[in-house]
């Protein structure tokens, strides 16, 4: 069973930072590829940033530039480092991996940007 569970959301003003950080069980965080997601009220789920493995990384456009997102394998965590944060990146924020085809979500941690 793989468990993933979120901390580090909050509210902060525009221009502020949050780091998140996800706590990963099992053995299986060094080989897994890692994912943030974000939903915010009435828009679909979408992927923020990714971290192979090896340590390549992917980010959305919307995020480029101020979200950085890392892992400590020895720690089985990932950390998604936001910077210059903007209203719209207000949203609940997810940890995903995939496990043997199966996919596992963290219970999320609510970000709230204020103007």
């Known amino acids: 069973q793989v468990q993933l569970v979120e901390s580090g959301g909050g509210l902060v003003q525009a221009g502020g930072s949050l780091r998140l950080s996800c706590a990963a069980s099992?053995?299986?965080?060094?080989?897994?590829?890692m994912n943030w997601y974000r939903q915010a009220p009435g828009k679909q789920r979408e992927l923020v940033a990714a971290i192979t493995s090896a340590g390549p990384t992917n980010y959305a456009d919307s995020v480029k530039g101020r979200f950085t997102i890392s892992r400590d394998n020895a720690k089985n965590t990932v950390y998604l480092q936001m910077n210059s944060l903007k209203p719209e990146d207000t949203a609940v924020y997810y940890c995903?991996?995939?496990?043997?085809?199966?996919?596992?979500w963290g219970q999320g941690t609510q970000v709230t940007v204020s103007s």
């Open positions: 995903h991996t995939v496990y043997y085809l199966r996919h596992y």
């Open positions: 099992g053995t299986i965080f060094s080989t897994n590829a």
